[in-house]
């Protein structure tokens, strides 16, 4: 018998005896699933078949955001007093809403029946940190109501959610939320801060067919989730209106947006 040797020497006959032997030995190396398939609504039951789909938005359209540093380059201070992107200064300087967030979840059904658990929230950090005193960018107050509303409050350890905003009832302690096939489920999420600062994640726990998953729930727009309480002073405080032109005050207290528990 002829073998037919490679310039590196190595005999063709032997490359295929190691692929077989390989074979039998359940080592042939299959190909690594591609990460950028596992997009929102991926289980991790079952990553190639998303069970639903589940999209956030931020419903903040009035009240107050603090950034952790005072405003100071010409082209921030032009995006506010000019009316630019506001959002866009917002998401530079690692902006939180103050006192509350309100957050907009979207449930839509997949091919099967399934059942949501728990919504968990993951702080970033064990503890609050300080409020955020740099800038303070507040609207005159404004909201709506959502068809399913929740509670959490971020200056607690371990934040879950309630069923009200003075409440301490957990909602998923006895409630569950079902989505069939096709269906649409809106929900409101608040997030109330008072002492400090927090930023945190979101992951949805669900049972499908008597099978455990989870799924991560992205920040909107590529920004975060966060949420801050207020400061007694601010570097620098605007006021303006979503979308509009800011102005900034002599004040630096947030007194016109402060709770009428704390007062000036």
Partial sequence: MRVLWLGAGIPVIGAVLTAIALQLLGLGGESEPDPAS??????????????????????????????PRKVSSPEDRAELVTGGDVNAVIQRHQGARVGEMNLGLTFEGGPSSLTIT???????????????????LCEPNAGGEAKIQLFADL?????????????????????????????QVNLSATFLAEKGSRDFGLLIRYVRNGKDGTVPVPA?????????????????????????????????????WLPASRGC
């Fill in 38 to 67: 596992a997009g929102v609504g991926a289980s991790s039951a079952s990553p190639s078949a998303p069970p639903f789909v589940v999209t956030a938005r931020q419903e903040n359209e009035a009240g107050c955001t603090a950034l």
């Fill in 118 to 136: 728990a919504i968990e929230i993951k702080p970033n950090s064990p503890r609050p940190a300080e409020p955020f005193a740099g800038t303070l």
């Fill in 155 to 183: 200056d607690s350890p371990e934040p879950v959610f309630l069923t009200g905003k003075n409440s301490t009832q957990k909602y998923f302690k006895e409630k569950a939320i079902t989505l069939a096939p096709g269906e």
């Fill in 220 to 256: 909107p727009r590529g920004g975060r989730y966060a949420v801050t309480g207020f400061a007694d002073r601010y570097g620098a405080v605007y006021e303006g209106s979503a979308g509009g032109v800011y102005r900034r005050l002599e004040d630096p207290r947030p007194c016109p």
